[in-house]
């Protein structure tokens, strides 16, 4: 299977390359951003978006950031660069990679004192972040599949696949690793109101890659676990805190669906998704604008004056959630997170393989 990269730094124009989500099924369209605020416009319009090409982007736009700064001492360069990579962390609240790829790249210009020196050092690290998001994505993707049945129907949410990471994908790294070992895996992909990313994205690089895969309307689901259509459900995070699993809004409604119909709920994710720090009820949940769900093209959805929420995530609670797969192995209930980050460090983010 073909590994894509999502994106890039493109070295002649200075600038992050991406593939342009927004525009997907229907147009593949390779988009540039040179500046902090098409970076920012890009994130908030979900052009860039998934938890773990947040966290490429969050390095890619701190080495933007540093390579673009006009300052000319050392001093208002640095002044420069933690201010928009401040912008850039604070541009969507709740994936936590996001966060960790500007710091990471950020505390390694805080080492250097020369303007040439940081701008380099800055590159190489993004870089890093990158190339360790690939190869954590496949390490995943081998755990996973050992767990998945010879034939099976698997069913996930959002998009937590190439598009999501630097390549290969989380979620449907598992599956992507466990259809090349042979295993005969369907996949049931919810659509994913509001934003559509599983119609849109997932479908588009199963069907790509020669994979099975079927949409389904988000609230058809619970009938398809209840008429025992489904072996699994596989799903991504945007953090994991020691007492839950966020992920696209709806992902908690099939965590307690699975769990009422005897059916495992399994989280793919990297160690740049875990937050060690927070609880779950100190994570901020996205709301988004109304139009998402008021307007359809041209077509008005909802009358006017009647008021909308649009949350983007939710929490699944951890006992909802039969194992958890990083790059460092399969985590089992009682999920002892800390246990697992002081052992494999999260700013590491070394693959096991
Ligand atoms: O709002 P999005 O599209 O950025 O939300 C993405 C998700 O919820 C994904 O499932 C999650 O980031 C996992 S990606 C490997």
Known sequence: MKDTLTLWWDEDEGGIRYIDQTKLPGEFSVALCTTIDRLITAIQRLEIRGAPALGVAGGYGVALAAATSTGTSFKEFLHDVKGKAERIRTSRPTAVNLGWGVERVLARVLEETDIEEARTAALSEARKIADEDTRCCHAIGDCGAALLPDKCTI?????????????????????????????????????????????????WELARDGIDVTIIGDSMAAHMMQTTQINAVMVGADRITGDAVFNKIGTYMHAVCARHHCIPFYVAAPLSTFDAIHKEREVTIEERGRDELAVLGDRTLIPDGVPVRNYAFDATPMELVSAIITEHGIVRPPFAINALLSHAGPKDNGCLK
């Open 155 to 203: 069913l996930t949410h959002c998009n937590a696949g190439a598009l999501a990471c630097s390549s290969w994908g989380t979620a449907l790294g598992v599956i992507r690793s466990a259809v090349e070992r042979g295993k005969e895996v369907k996949v049931i992909a919810c659509e994913t109101r509001p934003l559509l990313q599983g119609a849109r994205l997932t479908a």
